[in-house]
């Protein structure tokens, strides 16, 4: 086990960050330029802690074949050891090395890689990714990011990234490089800064070690995009919460300290209303044209925003199709008690 920030001295390079990270305690926030990238991958040789922006939410990223580092991440994220990790992966190449991905899966990846699909597969001997990262599973999850740094990430490590969304376990995934900072920035070495991430939601997960493909975890893809394009219905785990091979499925997960109603049709005197639609008296509207993608862009940042001003948030009925599936599903679980 690592002591706490073992890269940190390597990591900081200059008075100011360093002046900035032993004043706050929080890691330093770099642009993701060409060099910060490259010093990230040094900092990940080194074992150490790089948040990264992808396309659907920022990952904590460590080397995936480094026991120790998975370790340390577990212990930074608070996360239960049971709950596996995705692999990020620079494409089918690097995947191959790490799982089978043939047949549906390989169909599936060579149109919706990159970007926020996330396949569970046999793994692969020759592996690189350690058990830890895997929590003693003889399956995998793989992501092929499409966003740039993240893609970039991996292909000047050279090799699979583990990351698991950069937020304290069971809290909200972060969108923007502060939030990273304001909920984990003292046990990371380095937050690569490349704005806000596009999709807002995390990948779509489907495990395609069965017959057929089972949708483990709502996501940034449309389920039903997927289904067409393979010409299957997709399984859906019937007991989610009994289920641990499910994707961090907790009934309680994605949780704001604020209590959550949800489909509420306007807002009560003692909550704020986080619309969706044309409604009225809304704080805050995950997208008042009713454009699911646009909601799931904003539902982590706005749902962080009212959560640090008020206890009580009503939220619109989100309809159950396309992305409002993966919306209600976090929702959901934001809501449990
Ligand atoms: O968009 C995303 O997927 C983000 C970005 C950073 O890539 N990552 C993310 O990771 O959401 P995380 O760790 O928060 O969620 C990954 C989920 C976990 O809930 C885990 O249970 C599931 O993937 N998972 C990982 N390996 C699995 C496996 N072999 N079988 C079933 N589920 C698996
Ligand atoms: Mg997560």
Redesign the pocket.
């Known amino acids: 086990m690592y002591a706490s920030r073992p890269c940190a001295q390597v990591a900081i390079d200059t008075a100011s960050r360093e002046a900035q990270a032993h004043e706050t305690m929080t890691a330093p926030v770099q642009k993701a330029t060409p060099d910060a990238i490259a010093e990230a991958a040094d900092i990940l040789r080194r074992g150490g802690l790089v948040a990264v922006p992808?396309e659907?939410?920022y990952?904590l990223a460590v080397d995936a074949a480094n026991p120790d580092a998975v370790a340390r991440l577990y212990e930074v994220k608070g996360r239960p050891r049971f709950?596996?990790?995705?692999a990020?992966v620079n494409g089918p190449e690097m995947a191959k090395r790490e799982a089978v991905l043939e047949g549906a899966a390989a169909f599936a990846a060579g149109f919706y890689w990159p970007g926020?699909l996330?396949l569970?597969l046999p793994a692969a001997p020759s592996g690189r990714v350690c058990d830890l990262a895997?929590a003693g599973?003889d399956?995998?999850?793989l992501?092929h990011?499409s966003h740039s740094v993240a893609h970039d990430l991996v292909t000047v490590f050279g090799g699979p990234l583990v990351?698991?969304?950069a937020n304290p376990s069971g809290r909200i995934s972060p969108v923007t490089a502060r939030d990273v900072a304001a909920d984990l920035g003292d046990g990371i070495d380095l937050i690569l800064d490349g704005g806000r991430c596009p999709v807002g939601i995390?990948?779509t997960?489907v495990?395609f070690v069965g017959d057929p493909p089972e949708l483990?975890?709502p996501?940034?893809l449309d389920p039903a995009a997927l289904e067409r394009f393979l010409s299957v219905s997709l399984a859906r785990p019937g007991d989610e919460t009994a289920s641990p091979?499910?994707?961090?499925?907790l009934a309680r997960h994605y949780a704001p300290n604020a209590q959550l109603r949800l489909n509420a049709v306007s807002a009560q005197a003692d909550e704020v209303l986080l619309g969706f639609g044309p409604v009225a008296g809304a704080s805050a509207n995950l997208s008042p044209r009713g454009n699911l993608a646009e909601a799931a862009a904003n539902l982590f940042a706005m749902l962080r925003w009212l959560d640090g001003r008020h206890e009580r948030i009503a939220i619109s009925p989100i309809p159950q199709e396309g992305l409002g599936e993966a919306i209600n599903d976090r929702l959901r679980r934001a809501a449990a008690r």
Do not use: K
């Open positions: 992808t659907t939410v990952g709950n596996p990790l995705i990020h926020p996330t569970v895997r599973l399956t995998i999850a992501r990011p990351a698991p969304s995390e990948s997960i495990s483990l975890r996501g940034g091979r499910a994707p961090g499925q």
